[in-house]
Nanobody, 116 residues
Framework: QVQLVESGGGLVQAGGSLRLSCAASARTFITNAMGWFRQAPGKEREFVAAIAWGAGNPVYSDSVKGRFTISRDSDTVYLQMNSLKPEDTAIYYC???????????WGQGTQVTVSS
């Protein structure tokens, strides 16, 4: 089992930026793919972005494409969020798995609040 710990959430004004980090307790085949999801109050969890070793370009949801950038180093994945909007307010979760779309490990979440 791999532990995932997110950090970097907070309160920011619309148009501002935040950078989320997710550190994995180890780099194994289980963390080959890492992604970010978010869940706003009263809504279902939704996909934000994902990246995998050797899998080509990262993938993004249409709602964040052009504003958010996912990147990673050995055992940490980052989410750079620019031009934030109030509708980006949510708890952001990190996930890890063997391939994009199949995640077996989840972090505890970090709150992102964007004020208008």
């Amino acid at each position: 089992q791999v532990q995932l710990v997110e950090s970097g959430g907070g309160l920011v004004q619309a148009g501002g930026s935040l950078r989320l980090s997710c550190a994995a307790s180890a780099r194994t085949f289980i963390t080959n793919a890492m992604g970010w999801f978010r869940q706003a109050p009263g809504k279902e969890r939704e996909f934000v972005a994902a990246i995998a070793w050797g899998a080509g370009n990262p993938v993004y949801s249409d709602s964040v494409k052009g504003r958010f950038t996912i990147s990673r180093d050995s055992d940490t994945v980052y989410l750079q969020m620019n031009s934030l909007k109030p509708e980006d307010t949510a708890i952001y979760y990190c996930a890890a798995g063997i391939v994009i779309g199949q995640y077996s490990n989840w972090g505890q979440g970090t709150q992102v609040t964007v004020s208008s």
